[in-house]
């Protein structure tokens, strides 16, 4: 059974390029959430999504942008890079549709895209 | 808002019992998560708590306090694949699902 899986694993851009970031979640989920770490620091939630629609937001701005697909898997798109997107970007996938929904949710994470904005 | 304070570094020695203290502010607690994360990696699920207690779980046990606001992570036995940083997670009812986590605590574990 495959984890959550993300790509590209690096990735290197400028200051005002856009990126966009993959994600597939674990078999069986149906929600993907997105979080930015800095170095040093914790992750912080970028939005989530559950049923092709953004659910929950976090306090990033609207160059952060973000997708899901039918089949559940994701992406995060970012425009306008500045130096301080520098990050690890990491998507973690649970289950939390109305049919086998565990009882905290656990969310598991995909071992994240390294990006670096020059 | 929300405000989760750990500390930032801790070391101990191989062998030792090592406890990683958490407090937390939110207006709607739903829960709380430790995760562990190794250098360069995905953090890794350890515990959960969402009723005051202790949870145990083989060499690690979280305990939650939800009137102080306060959880710890306790780590048993400790070995040298234990050094890593240990994140705390909170779940706050009007953000959903979604997890707001500390900055971490990284520790160091030696011979």
């Known amino acids: 059974d495959a984890g959550v899986t993300q790509s590209p694993t690096h990735l290197i851009k400028t200051r005002g390029q856009q990126v966009t970031l993959r994600c597939s979640p674990k078999?069986?989920?149906?929600?993907v959430s997105w979080y930015q770490q800095a170095l040093g620091q914790g992750p912080q939630f970028i939005f989530q999504?559950?049923?092709?629609?953004?659910?929950q937001r976090g306090n990033f701005p609207d160059r952060f942008s973000g997708h899901q697909f039918p089949n559940y898997s994701s992406e995060l798109n970012v425009n306008a890079l500045l130096l301080g997107d520098s990050a690890l970007y990491l998507c973690?996938?649970?289950?939390?549709?109305?049919?086998?929904?565990?009882?905290?949710?656990?969310?598991?994470f995909g071992p994240g895209t390294r990006l670096t904005v020059l | 808002g929300q405000n989760i304070d750990q500390p930032t570094e801790m070391t101990a020695t191989e062998g030792a019992i090592v406890q990683i203290n958490c407090t937390y502010q939110t207006s709607g607690f739903n829960g709380l998560f430790w995760y562990q994360q190794h250098a360069g990696e995905a953090p890794t699920f350890l515990s959960y708590n969402v009723l005051d207690g202790l949870e145990e779980k083989g060499r690690f046990s979280s305990f939650l306090s939800r009137s102080k606001g306060y959880s710890y992570l306790l780590l048993k036995e400790l070995q040298m694949k234990d050094s890593a940083s240990y994140l705390c997670a909170v779940r706050d009812n009007q953000a959903g699902t979604a997890l707001i986590f500390g900055k971490g605590t990284t520790l160091s574990v030696s011979s």
């Open positions: 078999s069986g989920h149906d929600t």
């Open positions: 973690a996938s649970s289950l939390e549709g109305l049919a086998g929904r565990s009882s905290y949710n656990e969310q598991f």
């Open positions: 999504y559950y049923e092709e629609e953004e659910r």
